[in-house]
């Protein structure tokens, strides 16, 4: 499996990047996907999640800001992220795993490099 991350940068606040995961060793179309982050000196945490079919959940702070999509035909998931705030800055990691009925995902231990996204003016 493997997954690769690419899009990152540096950002002024109020600014947008676009995310880009490339995945292969799975079957994709099958897979639920997520988003996930690492701030400095924080643990991971998830940011989205899009099932096999695109049913898509965010966590609360990033509702509205941020677009989580996907095209099965070229097995790649994308993040949209618009009104970047500086408590955005993070490594971004894309990740393949389960996501239940309750909408709880469950990750899959294959996680790419990750890809930096810098927020600063």
């Known amino acids: 499996v493997q997954l690769v991350e690419s899009g990152g940068g540096l950002v002024q606040p109020g600014g947008s990047l676009r995310l880009s995961c490339a995945s292969s060793?799975?079957?994709?179309?099958?897979?639920?996907m997520a988003w996930y982050r690492q701030a400095p000196g924080k643990e991971r945490e998830l940011v989205a999640t899009?099932?096999?079919?695109?049913?898509?959940n965010y966590v609360d702070t990033m509702e509205g800001r941020f677009i989580v999509s996907r095209d099965n035909t070229k097995n790649m998931m994308y993040l949209q992220m618009n009104n970047l705030k500086r408590e955005d800055t993070a490594v971004y990691y894309c990740?393949?795993?389960?996501?239940?009925?309750?909408?709880?995902?469950?990750?899959?231990?294959?996680w790419g490099q990750g890809t930096q996204v810098t927020v600063s003016s």
């Open positions: 060793g799975i079957v994709f179309h099958a897979t639920a």
């Open positions: 990740n393949a795993g389960l996501l239940y009925a309750s909408g709880k995902y469950r990750p899959f231990e294959y």
């Open positions: 899009i099932s096999s079919g695109g049913r898509t």
